[in-house]
């Protein structure tokens, strides 16, 4: 019986946990469009998450697209299919390595600053603050970061992503592998196809929604002091990289199931 | 005859969390102009009172009027109006880290779009120049500022818009006598400024001999004790009596373990 209540408990708490995350979700998407809009505080974010987060996003991908392109070489010469390299490995990043790798570094970055900066605006009264000076925080501070992530990601991140991510893959093949330079880019570029190019931007778009959100719902929720504070950061980094990796699939299922 | 609306008027208002009631029954009554003092030791309702007020927490009963509107239950573009009537000093001065002074006391200009930005940063100067604080502090971030400085700036935020009514939340817990005395003074000088209403909370006897017109006293969620300032010394009360003059022994027991 108590086992029984147990999992009663759990389900019902992960229920009102995904109902409330619902309802913020449904507030800060409709915020976006109606007014007031607040044009500097979604470029300031656009500018911390889109262009502060390129140098890590550049150089992990640059070394993953390196190691991607040795370990493709080292598998297809068990079987003579050296040549097939360059093609895996810009369908590998850029449908799957790029924005899945871009995704949980911006996770990371981005979900934690969220989270702790509301969540110190929260136990600070900084919010409270907003509300008594006219403002609705939602369409302050929620709207802006979760509009800023959705542009951000797809359109200058996970572009960059991919792009570094081949060219890491390139430079290891050219320099190391002994590939000819102008068959590499050829090869690359007969095999892109479009669908792959939007697939990985629709899931840079999924991936920033859920990184946003759950950096905004955590810590707008921020309870107690610094200690809700840190817990506040940790959940929002654990549950979009959840999201992330989840959401992924559903988005491969989608563009590419048959 | 016309009789005069009050500016604040809270009617048995409730307000509980869960089991735990905190507002039992609290009736108060600010009129215009008048400067109300709230005292009562940590955890009695004070700022939960005032946070009803401002709609950041919703009471489970009661009635709450502003210049005789009915708060509780009205929709949010209504409150987001009478809100602008509003303006607030709050305990740690809760000033935005990502804007400079300058923004910070110009906000609520710009959110109600009252003027432009030129417009709003000569006012913010001005108003910084009137808590005492010279014009190149406006373009210092917050973090750079004293406590002191912190509460001054949260001051000039509070009068920016020239608010009908001002709350003062605990305006001079940590700050040193001197600082506090200075507080307080700018708190007068402000509040008689603007022409506003002002409501506190506190419980640092001197802002209240200070601040206040009128004081009340909140005990167990309900308004025990009502009078002008100048009774507070002989109110009769013994709860107020142990209150001012800080006695362990008295009827307001509180709640310490001993070992």
Redesign the interface.
């Known amino acids: 019986m108590n086992f029984l209540a147990v999992i009663g408990r759990v389900t019902i708490s992960f229920l009102q946990a995904a109902g409330k995350i619902g309802i913020f979700a449904v507030n800060g998407v409709r915020h976006i469009f109606t007014p ?1 809009f607040y044009p500097r505080e979604l470029w ?1 974010q656009m500018l911390n998450i889109g262009y502060y987060s390129l140098p890590v996003v550049g150089l992990t991908t640059l070394f993953t697209g390196a190691a991607l392109a040795v370990n493709i070489y080292e598998g297809s010469s068990r079987f003579n299919a050296e040549s097939t390299l360059p093609t895996i490995v810009v369908i590998g990043i850029v449908r799957e390595l790029g924005p899945t790798l871009c995704g949980l570094i911006v996770a990371g970055r981005v979900s934690a600053s969220m989270a702790a ?1 509301l969540g ?2 929260r136990v ?3 919010i ?2 907003l ?6 925080p939602f369409k302050y501070l929620i709207a802006p970061r979760i509009l800023a992530t959705v542009i951000m990601m797809p359109f200058m991140l996970v572009i960059v992503a991919d792009t570094i991510g081949v060219l890491g893959g390139y430079l290891l093949a050219t320099t190391k592998l002994g590939y000819n330079s102008g068959s590499y880019i050829k090869s690359t570029i007969d095999f892109l196809e479009a669908i792959d190019v939007m697939a990985s931007m629709t899931k840079a778009a999924v991936f920033g929604f859920f990184i946003s959100l759950m950096g905004c719902y955590h810590g707008f929720n921020t309870r107690g002091g610094a200690q809700g504070v840190g817990i506040s950061t940790t959940n929002a980094v654990v549950s979009a990289c959840i999201m992330i990796l989840l959401s992924n699939y559903v988005v491969t299922e989608m563009f590419f199931s048959s | 005859m016309n009789e005069i609306i009050p500016k604040i008027e809270l009617k048995g208002l409730h307000k509980r969390f869960g089991s735990k009631v905190v507002l039992e029954s609290v009736d108060l009554t600010v009129m215009p102009g008048e400067s109300m003092v709230i005292i009562g030791g940590s955890g009695s309702g004070k700022s939960v009172t005032l ?1 009803c007020i ?3 927490l919703y009471p489970n009963g009661g009635s709450i009027k502003i210049d005789g509107t009915e708060m509780v239950g009205i929709g ?1 573009d209504e409150r ?1 109006k009478i ?2 009537k ?3 000093l ?3 001065a ?5 804007l400079p002074v300058w923004e910070n006391v110009a ?2 200009l710009l ?3 009252l003027c432009n930005r030129k417009e709003a940063k000569e006012i913010a100067i001005e108003k910084l120049r009137r808590v005492g604080l010279s014009p190149d502090v406006g373009s210092l971030s917050p973090a750079e500022l004293s406590g002191g400085m912190q509460k001054r700036v949260g001051l000039a ?1 509070a009068i920016a818009a020239n608010p009908e009514i001002i ?1 003062f939340d605990e305006p001079t817990t940590g700050l040193d006598p001197i600082m506090s005395d200075v507080i307080n003074e700018l708190i007068v000088e402000c509040v008689k400024d603007v022409g506003a209403t002002a409501l506190t909370i506190t419980h640092d006897m001197s802002s209240v001999r200070k601040i206040a017109d009128h004081v009340s006293m909140i005990y167990h969620g309900n308004i025990i004790w009502t009078g002008p300032k100048d009774e507070i010394d002989h109110s009769g009360s013994d709860y107020i009596d142990q209150f001012i003059n800080g006695k362990a022994e008295g009827p307001i027991k509180m709640e310490i373990l001993r070992g």
């Open positions: 007031p300031r900066e110190t605006m600070t009264e900084q409270d603050a509300v008594t000076l006219s403002t609705d | 946070k401002l709609g950041l949010a987001k809100l602008t509003f303006g607030m709050f305990q740690g809760a000033l935005f880290d990502s906000f609520g959110a109600q779009r935020r709350f």
